[in-house]
């Protein structure tokens, strides 16, 4: 059964319901939601739950049609959910994003530890539709709503230290059932040197096709850096910090010859078991050929410049 709720035209649920009242009844909402067969229930929450007004549109975005919202939320990498693609979308059907606070620390004038929405409420959401392109080898298109990294970093006022930022994903085994088995070495970490963090095509992505962020990818908040690895794009964040040297990240804790710290999508480098040459879009025909990988996963024009004089064999 679904239920929606449609707010009237013009006044905010948050404007004529307490705060408080309306949180739980969000909850409410997930939990009567939670038994349902369908899949990609949380992308249709009701329209109050959404922390943010308008979403503008992103110049950044790719003209390729973007996968089905059922694509995007049924074929997933969130190992904290289970390793298979489908689980995380069943697996994490129970999971409430809410209450959820994020602490800031490290190399940083203004440290703090700060609600979700007050987080939010201060950035602008634009859609920006980015390719996915994961090491395995396939690629999507997700329109995610989001705001700028860089925006959101510089109002902490990184100091001259702050060479790296890491992020952290949730460590709650009560909560990410797959965190039982010590697939990875829990909690799920990544990080970025500060110059491709202050690039401004990164996004704290906090929806898709408009709504609220599914579960399963990576609620209520996650990153998206669209010329790396899927792998770097950490979901469900609780920290932020700011660090001096380079942070060791899970992926490369687990397999340093395999996953290096920089990730960038590279046609040239191959992953030591496999071809990083091309890609398959899910949701085509299996017939369909292949595409090419693009170097940088097509967005070189704002990237490249970031790695100029660095041997990218030697800094995968
Ligand atoms: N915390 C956490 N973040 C994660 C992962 C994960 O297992 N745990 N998987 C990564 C990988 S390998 C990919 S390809 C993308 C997949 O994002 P999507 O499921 O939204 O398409 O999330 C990344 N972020
Ligand atoms: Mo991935």
Redesign the pocket.
């Known amino acids: 059964m679904v239920i929606l709720i449609k707010q009237s035209s013009g006044i905010k649920s948050s404007e004529i319901t307490p705060k408080s009242i309306y949180l739980n009844r969000r909850r409410f909402m997930q939990r009567s939601l939670a038994g349902s067969v369908l899949l990609g229930m949380n992308a249709m929450l009701p329209a109050w739950a959404k922390p943010w007004e308008g979403i503008a549109n992103s110049a950044f975005s790719t003209s390729e049609k973007p996968n089905t919202l059922e694509a ?1 939320t049924t ?6 959910f289970g390793t298979g693609k489908s689980d ?1 979308s069943k697996n994490a059907r129970n999971f409430t994003p809410r209450p959820w606070s994020i602490a800031v620390e490290g190399e940083c004038a203004r440290p703090g530890v700060f609600d979700l929405e007050d987080f939010i409420k201060s950035e602008t959401i634009e859609e920006r539709i980015y390719r ?1 392109r ?3 080898g396939w690629s ?1 298109v ?1 329109p995610w709503a989001g705001f700028s990294l860089a925006d959101m970093l510089k109002k902490f006022e990184p100091t001259s230290k702050a060479k790296f930022v890491e992020f952290t ?1 949730l460590f709650d085994k009560s909560r990410m059932p797959g965190q039982e088995r010590r697939v ?1 070495n829990w ?2 970490v ?1 990080g970025l040197r500060i110059d491709e963090a202050m690039n401004e095509l990164p996004i704290m992505a906090v929806g898709l096709y408009g709504d609220v962020l599914p579960n ?3 609620a209520p908040i ?1 990153l998206v850096v669209p010329w790396k ?8 964040i609780v920290k932020i910090r700011f660090t001096e040297t380079q942070p060791s990240t ?2 490369n804790i687990a397999a340093p010859r395999e996953y290096g710290f920089y990730s960038n999508v590279n046609p040239a480098v191959d992953h030591p078991r496999w071809s990083q040459a091309k890609e398959t879009r899910i949701g085509e025909p299996f017939w369909k050929p292949k595409h090419k990988t693009l170097m940088f996963n097509g967005y070189g024009e704002q990237v490249a410049k970031l790695y100029e004089g660095m041997d990218l064999k030697k800094f995968f």
Not at 75 to 80: G, L
């Open positions: 995007i074929y997933n990498n969130f190992y904290e995380p996915l994961c090491v395995e999507m997700i994903t990875l909690p799920y990544e399963q990818n990576g996650r690895y899927g792998f770097k794009s950490i979901k469900s899970t992926w």
